[in-house]
């Protein structure tokens, strides 16, 4: 049986492998989520400093404030020569205008920075402060959930047309005389499994690595530990959706009709995905969303990077997944058992559980 399994699953492997449009797909993907993370790390950079002329009056003005860089002249005079030669952003010199006791000299417009910067502002108490960076949060929340919707639904969709396309041409009367049928759905669940979780592995070095080179350690500290849990579930999320899609398409034997039978499965996964972007900042669909099979492989994850699910949350969630995962299984080998020899019109479900 472990033979049978691991040659299914050894084919399934091999033939993605060998299809020039699987590996530029893969390739675009990886190279996509590279440059995702290396422009936002260097967007992410504070900007460079102004520089700004100054005089022996004014240097201390603005001594040790950030994003100012200090060119000390003698005087004014030399000061608003290097303004007018854009060797520098603008100028500070000493004057009286409204009380203030100092000048801006700029050449065409003085730079709202400084003038932010010599405001006074007054004191501010945040009462409840945000755990995260509200931007932060959604794009993780993209992140976990276009991975998981791309992932599903495209190697979901090869499972189904390999399914559909044995049926078509017969093949499947010669790999059922030599193989249980069990072997046969294990295998193509095992080898599809195995070249997700490749590209999922793919993706979480190049966002480590990326996140390294960018400088931004300090989001990878807070990263990583959900991009840990977004992979064990994953596994498991996909290993429940790719049984139903084998056995959805087994109830079919024209690759016309595959829509109609995994319709309903690519409703479930691109729900998720919507669901956590549109409600990333509220607790309550979140906390429900993951618990609930299909959607805890992106909601769980999110909770953990924001701070708001313990680790027995995800432990139970987890469990939960497993407990699924194991009955779509179980339901799933009966229906493509009792469906993948039945050719012509489409098989009803009732028709297809009963045997």
């Not at 109830?251 to 109609?260: A, T």
């Not at 309903?264 to 549109?278: N, S």
Request: charge should be negative; glycine fraction near 8%.
């Amino acid at each position: 049986m472990n033979s049978a399994i691991w040659l299914v699953a050894e084919r399934e492997i091999t033939a993605k492998l060998r299809s020039r449009a699987f590996v530029i797909a893969t390739g675009i993907l990886l190279l996509i989520a590279l440059a995702g993370v290396l422009i936002g790390g260097f967007a992410s950079k504070s900007p460079s400093a102004d520089a700004i002329a100054v005089t022996p009056e004014t240097a201390s003005v603005v001594e040790g404030i950030a994003g100012v860089e200090a060119h000390q002249v003698a005087d004014r005079a030399a000061a608003e020569k290097l303004v007018t030669a854009d060797d520098v952003e603008a100028a500070l010199v000493p004057g009286d205008t409204n009380g203030f006791g100092f000048v801006i000299l700029a050449k065409e417009s003085a730079p709202s920075n400084l003038m932010m910067m010599l405001s006074q502002s007054p004191t501010v108490e945040i009462l409840q402060p945000a755990g995260t960076d509200p931007l932060l949060r959604y794009l993780v929340a993209l992140g976990f959930g276009l991975v998981f919707l791309m992932a599903a639904s495209t190697f979901g969709g090869t499972i189904a047309q390999s399914v559909v396309e044995e049926k078509q041409t017969r093949v499947v009367e010669l790999l059922i005389s030599a193989i249980p049928t069990r072997a046969l759905l294990a295998g193509k669940v095992l080898g599809n499994t195995v070249l997700a979780m490749g590209q999922i592995i793919a993706l979480a070095v190049i966002a480590i690595v990326g996140l390294i080179v960018t400088g931004q350690e300090d989001v990878l500290s807070g990263i990583g530990a959900p991009i840990l849990w977004f992979a064990v579930f994953f596994l498991f999320g996909f290993v429940l959706l790719a049984a139903l899609y084998a056995a959805a398409a087994s109830m079919v034997s024209r690759q016309e009709d595959i829509g109609s039978t995994t319709m309903p499965l690519m409703m479930l996964v691109m729900a998720p995905y919507f669901l956590v972007i549109f409600f990333n900042d509220n607790p309550l669909v979140l906390t429900i969303m993951s618990y609930v099979p299909f959607s805890a492989p992106v909601a769980m994850p999110v909770r953990m990077f924001v701070g708001e699910a313990q680790w027995w949350e995800g432990a139970l969630s987890l469990v939960i997944l497993v407990a699924s995962c194991v009955a779509a299984i179980l339901v799933a080998s009966k229906i493509y058992e009792n469906s993948l020899l039945r050719m012509g019109g489409r098989v009803k479900l009732a028709e297809a559980l009963r045997g």
